[in-house]
């Protein structure tokens, strides 16, 4: 090569380097350019990387002629490799909110500036203990959590706490219509783990993976459950995929396949389509999350609180976000599409030069190389975050919310857990407060009026205290009248 060419290459690339990452300076202090400041952040979180839920004997050992990954840590709870990640996810958060000005380096919060609370079970909490390490790396901060080590605490369970045959009714069809899948997903799933060669298939104890009509099972007290091919297909999906982001060598994590990125998405198909089925649906995800809305409000309204970290699982975020309404949205770099292992919803508090205050929620991940890697990660070397937009709500630029418009669409999705219990006839506890007392009448059934775009699904939509049947219902059962 000739040497001036060289040099005016390297030059160039030296260039090329410097404006790029003079583009993600820029990008990281858009907000601080056009003025706002950082006031407060709260984080749902889904646990990092764990050991499948089922261990040696399981249906899993049944459904495969391979050996599953050796791992590190027991069944259902945190990795080695999960807990380091978390570590790492805790160390960019500090980073991030050293650079938005709400901490300083090495803080040490007094009193009410920080609370972090998980729920009981070991990788809820040790998830929580890693982050808190990154995050705070020189003060010792206790992570709550309120039921028995290793059981499930009520905020965080996702069970149905109101129960009526016509909820049931109306609900299992909307949930049915997400639990679809494409064959192409069923058949790369038993290619890859030798589905039809295990002994499950040999002895007839496994059904053959064939898509059809999910059970759905619905009763009071417990989570939204289902039977059938989907649930066993989403376990091992769930194993295959924990596998993947695991295990050293690719090729081995699928059991010898060389899966490209397509294909591994392909496969999460199937737990996204589990996932939607029993946490998507608006009229479940009122009634499954309302404990965890209820705690987030609570938390956003917190004297002198800048930092709160809620650690839960994958149906908390998918239920949370369905219950207020949100946007469609697809992953950059992701092979989960809704609900990522690690993920976080992050709720930010900001304020302008005038002091006016705007909310915006972001979906936090990182992408599978992140993960098989365990990049370290700073403002350099971010994870990936996706804006979250809502229905009926308009965003500025940034994709902020005026805080009152978010307030009160938050507090809707609170409302909406005793609306919606009213409009099927189901009695709720005590402790979920008042039900409202201005109701539409559909016939025999009460529809309670309020104002916003709340219920997407089919269920019935409430503009400015009026009540209109959605597009998916049928128009020709009645006519409403407004109580």
């Given amino acids: 090569m000739n040497n001036k060419f060289g040099r005016n290459l390297i030059k160039v690339t030296l260039s090329l380097f410097l404006f790029l ?65 978390e570590t790492t996810m805790g160390q960019y958060f500090r980073k991030w909110l050293i650079s938005e000005g709400l901490v300083t380096e090495n803080w040490r919060p007094d009193g009410n500036e920080v609370r972090f609370y998980a729920n009981a079970k070991q990788r809820t909490i040790a998830t929580a203990q890693y982050f808190s390490s990154g995050f705070l790396p020189v003060a010792n901060v206790p992570i709550e959590y309120h039921a028995d080590y290793d059981t499930m605490d009520d905020v965080f369970t996702p069970k149905l706490t109101f129960m009526s045959d016509a909820y049931r009714a109306a609900a ?102 589990y996932d939607h089925a029993l946490f998507s649906v608006p009229m479940i995800a009122v009634n499954v999350a309302h404990p965890l809305l209820q705690e987030i409000e609570g938390e956003l309204a917190s004297p002198g609180r800048k930092f709160t970290f809620l650690c839960g699982h994958d149906s908390n975020i998918a239920s949370v976000l369905a219950a207020l309404d949100a946007e469609e949205y697809e992953l950059a770099d992701s092979i989960e599409q809704s609900t990522p292992i690690g993920s976080k919803l992050v709720f930010e508090k900001w304020a302008d030069e005038e002091d006016r205050e705007y909310f915006r929620v972001r979906l936090v991940y990182l992408s599978p190389d992140q993960m098989r890697t365990i990049s370290l990660l700073d403002l350099d070397h971010p994870p990936m975050t996706e804006v979250i937009s809502f229905r009926g709500m308009t965003a500025n630029d940034l994709g902020m919310y005026p805080i009152e418009d978010m307030r009160e669409h938050l507090q809707a999705a609170i409302l909406a857990y005793g609306e919606t219990a009213a409009a099927y006839g189901a009695d709720i506890p005590a402790s979920a407060g008042p039900i409202p007392d201005t109701a539409v009448k559909y016939n025999k059934t009460e529809f309670p009026a309020r104002a916003g775009n709340f219920f997407s699904a089919g269920v019935f939509l409430t503009v400015e205290g009026r009540t209109e049947l959605s597009d998916n219902q049928d128009k020709e059962r009645g006519s409403l009248e407004t109580v």
Avoid at 210 to 218: M, N, Q, R, S, T
Avoid at 235 to 246: C, G, K, M, R
């Fill in 172 to 273: 299992i069809p909307l949930m049915q219509a997400r639990a679809e899948v494409l064959q192409d997903s069923y058949d790369l799933l038993a290619s890859t783990v030798d589905y039809e060669d295990s002994a499950g298939r040999r002895n007839g104890s496994l059904p053959e993976l064939k898509d059809g009509p999910a059970e759905i099972v619905l009763n009071l007290g417990d989570e939204p459950g289902m039977t059938g091919v989907l649930k066993i297909a989403n376990s091992l999906t769930d194993a295959l995929i924990l596998q993947y982001y695991e295990a050293p060598d690719e090729k081995a994590a699928a059991f010898g396949h060389e899966l490209d990125r397509e294909q591994w998405q392909k496969l999460a198909d199937i737990k996204e389509a």
């Fill in 21 to 85: 990452q003079s583009g993600l300076f820029l990008q990281a202090d858009e907000e601080q350019e056009a003025g706002y400041r950082l006031k407060e952040v709260v984080v749902l979180s889904r646990h990092n990387i764990r050991a499948p839920l089922s261990g040696s004997g399981s249906m899993l050992e049944e459904a495969t002629s391979y050996e599953w990954y050796e791992w590190s840590s027991n069944p259902s709870e945190l990795s080695l490799r999960g807990g380091t990640l």
